[in-house]
């Protein structure tokens, strides 16, 4: 699965956009790009996954560069409950075990 | 649907125990999961299983057993405890492989510490 690369930090104030980006550049055809989040001490949880077009749901969007070397998840208007570490993750949907590889994240702050 | 339960959520144990961490889930998912994280880390995959009677190692399988006999439990053993398995323990589920999906559930972890 190939690797991704996050800022290790942001801050966002609460009610404006956070964007947070991630890096791909060794990403397959057939890889797509998976977002997670962890909120303090709690279990990961899944936002939203993408393979080349744009995704949205009711948590957030995701829009991936045509070449899909990298990505950026948009959380619309940030709240306080939205502080958590974001992961990036990039793996094959078929023929996989569905594991996934955790980088280190990006820690968001959403600040008042 | 309780989603992914996993006990206990603390356990302090001596060097050389031994314990079983155990993890239930109820959405009939075949795939599960065990992850370690370490403080400030991500999650590090320590064995799955893609349904009952089959498990396979993940990246971190050293000092760790596991057994799938039911599609609802996936217990993890922890023989002869050492201070490096101090972490938080995550069990997660996901849907059949035939899904393009692959949301992992995740349960709310097992902070261990071994002294």
């Known amino acids: 699965d190939a690797k991704t690369t996050q800022p290790p930090s942001m801050d966002c104030a609460e009610g404006r956009a956070a964007n947070l980006p991630c890096n791909h550049s060794?990403?397959?055809?057939?890889?797509?790009v998976y977002w997670y989040r962890q909120i303090h001490s709690q279990g990961p949880q899944y936002i939203i996954h993408?393979?080349?077009n744009n995704e949205t749901n009711e948590m957030a969007s995701l829009i991936i560069t045509e070449d899909r070397k990298s990505s950026t998840l948009i959380l619309p208007h940030a709240t306080l409950r939205d502080t958590a570490v974001y992961y990036c993750?990039?793996?094959?949907?078929?023929?996989?075990?569905?594991?996934?590889?955790f980088g280190q994240g990006t820690t968001l702050q959403v600040k008042p | 649907n309780a989603g992914v339960t996993q006990t206990p959520k603390f356990r302090i144990l001596k060097i050389g125990q031994s314990m079983t961490l155990q993890c239930t889930q109820d959405?009939?998912?075949?795939?599960m999961y065990w992850y370690r994280q370490d403080p400030g880390m991500g999650l590090k995959l320590i064995y799955y299983?893609?349904?009952?009677?089959?498990?396979d190692k993940g990246e971190v399988p050293n000092g760790y057993n596991v057994s799938r006999s039911t599609t609802e439990d996936f217990p993890l053993r922890l023989e002869l405890a050492a201070p490096s398995q101090t972490s938080v323990y995550f069990c997660?589920?996901?849907?059949?492989?035939?899904?393009?999906?692959?949301?992992?559930?995740f349960g709310p972890g097992t902070r261990l510490t071994v002294t």
């Open positions: 060794t990403i397959s055809g057939n890889e797509y």
């Open positions: 299983s893609v349904g009952a009677g089959i498990t």
């Open positions: 997660a589920s996901s849907v059949d492989r035939a899904s393009l999906y692959y949301e992992q559930y």
């Open positions: 993750i990039v793996r094959v949907a078929e023929g996989n075990t569905g594991k996934l590889i």
């Open positions: 959405m009939n998912h075949n795939y």
């Open positions: 993408g393979l080349k």
